[in-house]
């Protein structure tokens, strides 16, 4: 289950995906259905493992999937501190803006130091899917399956990160790359123990 | 421009300073933990911010304090002293802001100010709710801008940028300048790092325009659905005008507008020898600067016998030219290219010059299409109210396009000004959000040639009377540009300070008895 999380965040190729990409803004109001799913999976499902796991990852794309990731859980935090209805969803999402910014800004600058130009891997989708993700929960009323919905999300995606965590920490190449990878993870992790204890308080 | 990084100056403010050596609207360059601090008193407070520049790097202690706020000495960005707020294109980025104590006759710099990232920082005291979705066409200087500033506003709603280019926004004034003649690095190119746009939820599509509909407020972008709006800036910019001369189609032919233009030119630019370049403008003339600093041969063609003197007078004219020419720059003046051929530029008396690389810069034209297929009231340009919205509700336009009425001058101008746009497109946000502000900057661009950095403050088309104070070939000039005993414009060299306290006087004139007025300055 795991494997098809960081693969679905990395690749994010999906049929549904794209299907719903093309169906353009109108879909953000269908959209809503999903996110009231469980996990990220459940909006983009696995798609060919072997391909990601045959395709090694360089720094630059490195760098541009952790950049990616932090920008759009920042982005989603942002929304869920005057979205989200209960406090420790609203506190949930500040701290997201906080951390996440911060991972971000340290990317910069080691990306700047490094003089390492972010690429994305081959056929990411994750720009497209943060969108959809920011869409669906834009257009989802406030209230407590939206506060439900955002927590769903975010115990997925910080599953899938800290997979990407330990796959980039294998393929990076750079010493300080590697070291901020390392510095990462028990934030990330840190992230999901408290997304799965809201959620355990919400009640599921 | 590498700015004012390396070692700090000044006290250190953490220790303190003697409060009363500081008067009300002076500042003190120091440095609290191992960062500039600019410490400054405005009236009986004491205020501390970052003290360099967040658009290139200019000193803010050798800027103007104003009221409340610190200006740079550069290129005229505003900061509020209060909390680090870029209040002011070209600045986007705020600056730290720093906690100051007052312990008895001394006064101390005790910490940094933590903020939010994402925080609605700019100062809004009315905002309409109502609106969902601001669709801006151009991620250029005014609608970059704009994106930016309806989030800092707190706008949480939906901002989509369309946009055709693939890689903006990017700092366009670089592009003739110092990234063009290979002194600015590739980072300093983008306006943002990547994931700013995404981190911030402004979505940049990648596309063309085609339509736009006001009343059904829908915007047709090709190969998409249509978006729908609440509210559309029209930011489209401007693109160069074509000469359509023969022979202008081949490969060495080269316009600048855009980053892949000046990257191709740059590519163009290892292998050549001898560059001509058509048009005496400011890209034209930056340009050939560039070109020579890489070391082509430049030969410049054009009509007028003095360059740029339509815009900056007679003796900076003058100036410019001895200065090109001293940097060994040929000018063919009074001609105009009769046709381009593989190896040379023909010029209307015959003679050939040997070219490998041709640019052309001869100005650009506003692409107002956009407008014109709405049928937006167009006057050669856009036509704006003060609040810069066209004549289709919920329809604002920004930067190159728009043409303004301009408190300054008594007169409706368009500019083709960087910073100009950038302010433009910030006041568009605000007022989409219902902050009813005037669009009255006073204009400002600043032009580069080797080691030379014109400013130019004001907005002059004709004048009667020109007053030269200094001298240009010593790089220390400034000239004032006046119509009926009124100054309009001030053009000046290494007179940074002079810039700024025009531009505040330029301000007050306009103001009469407004709010600005009696705002202390102080240099």
Redesign the interface.
């Given at each position: 289950m795991h494997t098809s999380r960081t693969v679905a965040l990395l690749m994010l190729v999906t049929a549904a995906a794209c299907a719903k990409k093309e169906a353009g803004r109108a879909a953000a109001d269908t959209l809503k259905v999903d996110t009231t799913g469980a996990a990220p999976a459940a909006v983009a499902p696995p798609p060919a493992e072997t391909t990601a796991a045959a395709t090694p990852l360089t720094d630059p794309n490195i760098v541009f999937i952790l950049h990616a990731a932090n920008a759009a859980d920042s982005a989603r935090g942002k929304l869920a501190e005057t979205k989200g209805t209960s406090a420790d969803v609203k506190q949930f999402g500040k701290l997201m803006v906080g951390e996440h910014h911060a991972l971000n800004a340290q990317g910069d600058a080691l990306a700047k130091k490094l003089s390492v130009t972010a690429v994305a891997p081959a056929n990411d989708q994750s720009e497209a899917q943060a969108k959809m993700e920011m869409d669906s929960l834009t257009a989802l009323a406030k209230g407590a399956a939206w506060d439900k919905a955002y927590i769903a999300y975010e115990i997925g995606y910080h599953q899938a990160l800290k997979d990407i965590a330990t796959k980039a920490l294998a393929q990076a190449q750079n010493a300080e790359l590697k070291a901020l990878i390392t510095k990462a993870a028990p934030i990330v992790q840190a992230h999901l123990d408290k997304a799965q204890a809201i959620q355990t308080k919400m009640g599921s | 421009m590498g700015g004012t990084d390396g070692a700090l100056t000044g006290p250190d403010l953490v220790a303190g300073v003697n409060a009363a050596d500081l008067k009300p609207g002076d500042k003190l360059l120091g440095h609290a933990n191992g960062e500039a601090v600019l410490l400054a008193r405005v009236g009986d407070e004491y205020l501390a911010i970052g003290a360099t520049c967040s658009h290139y790097g200019g000193p803010l202690a050798e800027g103007a304090i104003v009221g409340d706020t610190v200006r740079c000495p550069w290129h005229h960005a505003c900061f509020s002293l209060r909390n680090g707020e870029a209040l002011r294109a070209p600045a986007l980025s705020n600056l730290s802001c720093w906690r100051v104590d007052r312990r008895g006759d001394r006064v101390a710099v005790t910490g940094k100010v933590e903020r939010?990232?994402?925080a609605a920082t700019y100062p809004m005291e009315h905002r309409a709710d109502n609106l969902n979705e601001v669709v801006i066409v151009g991620a250029g200087a005014a609608g970059y801008a704009a994106a930016e500033m309806l989030r800092r506003c707190g706008y949480?709603g939906?901002v989509t940028i369309v946009d055709e280019e693939p890689d903006s926004p990017y700092d366009r004034p670089n592009l003739s300048k110092d990234y063009l003649a290979g002194n600015a690095p590739?980072?300093w190119i983008p306006l943002r790092?990547?994931?700013?746009a995404?981190?911030?939820?402004i979505?940049i599509v990648r596309g063309r325009a085609t339509q736009l509909d006001v009343k059904a407020h829908r915007l047709e972008v090709e190969g998409?659905?249509p978006?729908?709006y609440d509210a559309l800036l029209l930011a489209t910019g401007a693109e160069p005008i074509r000469l359509g001369l023969p022979g202008e189609q081949a490969p060495h032919v080269h316009y600048l507008r855009s980053l892949a233009d000046s990257r191709s030119i740059i590519a163009a630019a290892d292998k050549a020898k001898r560059a001509v370049v058509i048009g005496g403008s400011f890209i034209g003339l930056e340009t050939a600067a560039s070109l020579r600093t890489r070391g082509l041969e430049v030969d410049v063609v054009a009509p007028e016998t003095v360059p740029l003197e339509r815009v900056m007078g007679r003796t900076l004219g003058d100036f410019i030219k001895a200065l090109h020419e001293e940097k060994g720059v040929r000018f063919h003046l009074g001609h105009k290219p009769k046709s381009i051929e593989k190896e040379a530029v023909v010029l209307d008396d015959d003679t050939r010059l040997p070219a490998d690389l041709v640019v052309i810069g001869v100005g650009v034209r506003p692409r107002l299409a956009l407008a014109e297929q709405a049928k937006l009231a167009i006057d050669k340009g856009v036509v704006v109210d003060e609040l810069l919205c066209t004549s289709a509700p919920d329809v604002y336009a920004a930067g190159d396009i728009a043409r303004w009425p301009d408190p300054h001058t008594g007169e409706r101008i368009r500019v083709e000004h960087w910073v100009v746009a950038e302010r433009m497109g910030q006041v568009a946000a605000r007022n989409i959000l219902g902050a009813g502000e005037r669009f009255d900057y006073v204009p400002f661009f600043w032009s580069a040639h080797y080691d030379v950095s014109i400013n130019y403050v004001g907005h002059a088309e004709k004048w009667d009377d020109v007053k030269v104070d200094g001298n240009a070939m010593a790089r220390d000039v400034a000239v004032l540009f006046e119509r009926a005993g009124k100054p309009l414009a001030l053009a000046t060299i290494y007179r940074d300070a002079e810039s700024l306290a025009f531009e505040v006087e330029l301000e007050r004139a306009a103001e009469g008895l407004g709010v600005g007025d009696g705002i202390p300055i102080t240099e």
């Open positions: - | 939010e990232p994402l949480e939906r590739e980072e790092p990547p994931n700013f995404a981190e911030h939820n979505e998409r659905d978006i729908p």
